[in-house]
């Protein structure tokens, strides 16, 4: 298996090779721009992009020596980051980094108009990028996906948080949240235990931001919706999509989370009388056929006027070849919010 981590690139050199070798920096001088590369998030072809053309380079250089970047040079990186991921132009990010960087940058060379291949981030030589790749998609799922790699948790907070506010909970989730969380686990699957704090912030991130808009003091006067994981499932995250997703409806719902055990989770289906039920199965080997046709067939309330739940099985852990018997089988967030909404107010 090739790893995408690769190693830091071979030294810049200046162009004057004729004087002394001197010593090599110290360690602590700062940073090589493999490092910074990797901690960005982008490729090295992106830093050295922006260096050339826009003069976004480290304060200090020596004639001979690698080039090093201090914690205000990244910082400086760092902010071009998180104008760029929020669709500034590179230029128009450049000029309002270095206007506000003091006048030691000022002498900087004025920043090339159109951005190249590389001040995308988009090098596509293997291992040549840490950047997780998220194909096509709305630049703030590029920006949600950079700033996962940078550990930038205020950043992911922002996006998402904006995410949430111009898209709606269907869109932020099927646009932004899915391709970025997709892409984390691709690369931690691909790179072994690294990139395991990238995938679990994001996912942290994600679940905070959904909760937040599932906390709502308002909903419509009907039959609940009971939200819970089969009793072998640990995944909850598009649970808490859904729940956030019925919240923006106005529909109330009961959430049990992960591992319900069977009785459990057919008590809560008799104790509250809900309107519909999904069950979260994100493995065929946690997907329970028998336990879904029971909750299915279960009835409560008075002799003649007995009630049963619409029943959900949603997730990949359920075959497309053969459904669960009495359950629907959504294909996506906003179908699935769809049906329940039918059952419970129609």
Known sequence: MVTSVHADEPPD????????????????????????ARHLGVSPTTVRSWERRYGIGPSNREPGHHRRWSPH????????????AR?????????????????????????????????TGDDRRPGGSRALRVGAVRPECRGLARAAVRLDAPEVARILRESM????VVGAWTEIMM???????????????????VEHLLSWHVSAVLRDAAVRPTARPVLPVVLAAMPTELHTLPLDAVAAGLAERALPFRMLGAAVP?????????????????LWSQDRHTADHALVQRIGQSVWGAAGSRSRALVLAAGPGWSR??????????????????????????
């Open 13 to 36: 050199r200046e162009s004057d090779r004729s004087g002394p070798v001197r010593p090599s920096m110290p360690v602590d001088a700062g940073m090589p721009t493999g490092s910074v």
């Open 73 to 84: 040079d990244v910082a400086v990186l760092e902010a071009m980051c998180r104008l760029t």
């Open 87 to 119: 669709g500034v132009p590179p230029g128009e990010a450049a000029r309002a980094v270095l206007s506000k960087d003091g006048p030691e940058r000022r002498d900087a060379p004025p920043p090339a108009d159109g951005p190249s291949r590389a001040d």
């Open 165 to 168: 506010d111009a898209l709606g």
């Open 179 to 197: 391709p970025a969380l997709r892409a984390a686990g691709r690369k931690w699957a691909a790179s072994g235990e690294q990139y395991v704090e």
């Open 262 to 278: 069977p009785r459990a989770l057919l008590d809560a289906v008799h104790r509250t009388g809900p309107g519909a039920v999904m």
């Open 321 to 346: 070849a053969r459904p669960p018997a009495g359950a629907a089988r959504p294909r996506d967030l906003a179908s699935a919010l769809d049906l329940m909404e039918q059952a419970l107010t129609f």
